[in-house]
């Protein structure tokens, strides 16, 4: 259950955020919502720690913010230095209800400071037996060329992650093998090469279809989100998707002058030349262009209400 703070606290918790916690790192185990300069994809780097392993231990961590107890946060701030009093004040402005609410600009980073501990104990077992370790919040991958290892890893992993204080999620707890098409946090890793899901690449190109034979393009800042995203993961990705859209700018699409008209007011990459009205000859061989008219027309209105 998400707890968003009303406008005036989320703006206090910010400047917590930034002033406070920004200043303590996190670990090197840790990849998600890390406060950094560096650039490219956490949920890549992540992936990338495990992608010349051929066995995979992938642990999820239940109920991850709810777990984290508000004498936690306190013994965070305490631990930092702040006396009881200011401590207090800092904990409850952070907290809700006894716990980490989910909402609040300041979880996901407390949640990591608080887990330093959990990942230094569970880093320091697996460097010990060459077992590759990460933590994305409550995902947790672990990564091996040997399968024994991981295996027996795996009772004492969970033996730490309880003595932490936390619980692991059995549904979403999955061992992999080579045999099995290896995930971590959403990327597929296939012949020690990180991807995004083909599922997400088929959907950005329907979404993209589906704007530009409605002339509906509500959907472009979503879009580009998702462009943007592959293209973090898979580099040369946005050029992949220009030159589909340049496919569908020639196709039959453009004898329909208000698609044309509407495309080229509401293009999502500017560097795209215009789609031009054609006429419908230059994509048949037929004497008869009044039928290709009519039944290109129709399958337009089809189209667009189906997907209205």
């Known amino acids: 259950m998400i707890n968003a703070p009303v406008y005036s606290l989320k703006q206090v918790q910010r400047w917590v955020l930034i002033n406070i916690l920004y200043k303590i790192k996190s670990t090197q185990f840790s990849y998600g919502f890390v406060h950094s300069t560096k650039n490219g994809s956490p949920l890549y780097k992540c992936a990338d720690k495990h992608k010349r392993n051929l066995f995979l231990l992938k642990i999820d961590l239940k109920d991850f913010y709810p777990s984290i107890s508000r004498k936690k946060v306190y013994g965070l701030f305490l631990s930092i230095g702040y006396n009881s009093q200011v401590a207090n004040i800092l904990t409850n402005i952070c907290t809700y209800n006894g716990a980490l609410p989910q909402g609040a600009v300041t979880s996901a980073h407390l949640a990591n400071l608080i887990c330093r501990k959990l990942d230094y104990r569970i880093a320091g077992y697996?460097?010990?037996?060459?077992?590759?370790?990460?933590?994305?919040?409550?995902?947790?991958?672990?990564?091996?060329?040997?399968?024994?290892?991981?295996?027996?890893?795996?009772?004492?992993?969970?033996?730490?992650?309880?003595?932490?204080?936390?619980?692991?999620?059995?549904?979403?707890?999955?061992?992999?093998?080579?045999?099995?098409?290896k995930q971590v946090l959403g990327l597929t890793i296939n012949d020690n090469q990180i991807k995004t899901s083909k599922e997400m690449k088929r959907k950005v190109r329907a979404i993209i279809h589906k704007a530009i034979a409605t002339g509906v393009y509500t959907n472009n800042d979503t879009i580009k989100g998702y462009i943007s995203f592959i293209e973090s993961i898979e580099p040369g990705y946005t050029q992949k998707i220009k030159?589909?859209?340049?496919?569908?700018?020639?196709?039959?699409?453009?004898?329909?002058?208000?698609?044309?008209?509407?495309?080229?007011?509401?293009?999502?990459?500017?560097?795209?030349?215009?789609?031009?009205?054609?006429?419908?000859?230059?994509?048949?061989?037929?004497?008869?262009?009044?039928d290709f008219y009519s039944d290109e027309y129709n399958e337009h209105l089809d189209y667009i209400e189906k997907h209205h």
Do not use: W
């Not at 295996?151 to 969970?158: E, G, L, N, R």
């Not at 033996?159 to 979403?172: A, L, S, T, V, Y």
């Open 126 to 181: 697996c460097e010990k037996h060459n077992i590759s370790f990460s933590r994305y919040a409550d995902d947790m991958a672990f990564s091996s060329d040997n399968r024994n290892d991981l295996k027996i890893a795996y009772t004492i992993i969970i033996k730490i992650i309880r003595d932490e204080g936390f619980n692991i999620n059995d549904k979403k707890t999955h061992f992999m093998s080579p045999k099995c098409r």
């Open 243 to 290: 030159e589909y859209i340049k496919k569908l700018c020639s196709s039959s699409l453009c004898i329909h002058r208000d698609i044309v008209d509407n495309f080229n007011q509401n293009k999502l990459f500017e560097d795209i030349p215009d789609m031009i009205v054609k006429e419908a000859f230059e994509f048949i061989n037929t004497s008869n262009e009044e």
